[in-house]
């Protein structure tokens, strides 16, 4: 009985391999494989038209020494993630509040909202958006009509950083129909009881729905940062390609596209990456380290 028993576990695990095949062969072949290649690749000089040579840390050490670019591709990465993140979360937020309390047309709008975060990432709406904030483009003749001239934002050093920031946060939809969906779980009899305790509009949104809403704001944070440090459709087409005006388009994406594909400094553009990657790594662990003095999940003590 018990070597039956021990036959059909093994029949079943090696099924359970069988079936896992495929997917362990395509992780392998076009993730892990590919990863270690340009960790490799990352210690090397490399052309795509000769074979890598080994330097060691070379390339890490040009990146942080000796390359202004990147410090400053490296900054405005940053800045557009630090200021840009936050400000995606709290539209998305705000809308899900909204579309919380109202039943009328929720569905339409719930799409409405949504659907810019489909098609945001795509050329054309790059193409699009550049044309609106370019000079005498929509937005420059409007603001131009309440006396705000600013000319346009493509070309103006200051302003295209901030446009990019406003691209990002119009494609709130994601984020919205996750926290729509954590709202929904909240218990309606927390907020009458808060109620029935005289806790104002304020006050509920501070003591019970942010706390009960906490896992799904650490959940989208994870994953806009993430996403935030991929932006490169957008830049790539705004600026033509050379990351300007003055580098300031010149997202670390960008940049690594440009040295890797464009300067066929493959061996540095993989550094480059794995840089990114070990930046968000890091910040991925800090979250994840302080979430239990700020998440509140269900049933936990505290």
Known sequence: MRSELKKRSLREMLAGYAFLTPWLIGFIGLTVGPMAYSLYLSFTSYNLFSPPRWIGLGNYI????????????????????????????????????LLNYRDRGAAFFRSAFYAPSLIGASVSVAIVWRAMFNTDGPVDNALS??????????????????MMILLAVWQFGGAMVIFLAGLKQVPKELYEAA????????????????????????????????????????AYIISNGTGGPAGMTNFITLYLYKRGFQDSQ??????????VMAVVAVLAVILFRTQKSWVHYAGEDR
């Open 266 to 275: 493959m061996g540095y553009a993989a550094a480059l990456g794995w840089v």
């Open 195 to 234: 109620e029935v305790d005289g806790a104002g509009a304020i006050r509920r949104f501070r003591a019970v729905t942010i706390p009960m809403l906490s896992p799904v704001i650490f959940f989208n944070l994870v994953l806009e940062l993430i996403g935030a440090f991929q932006v490169f459709a957008s």
């Open 145 to 162: 009509t309440v006396g705000i001239n600013l000319g346009g934002w493509v070309g103006n050093v200051s302003l295209v950083v901030p």
């Open 62 to 97: 040009r990146m942080f020494t000796d390359d202004p670019v990147f410090i400053q591709s490296a900054t405005i990465t940053l800045t557009y993630v630090i200021v840009g993140t936050p400000i995606k979360l709290a539209a998305a937020l705000s809308v899900a509040l």
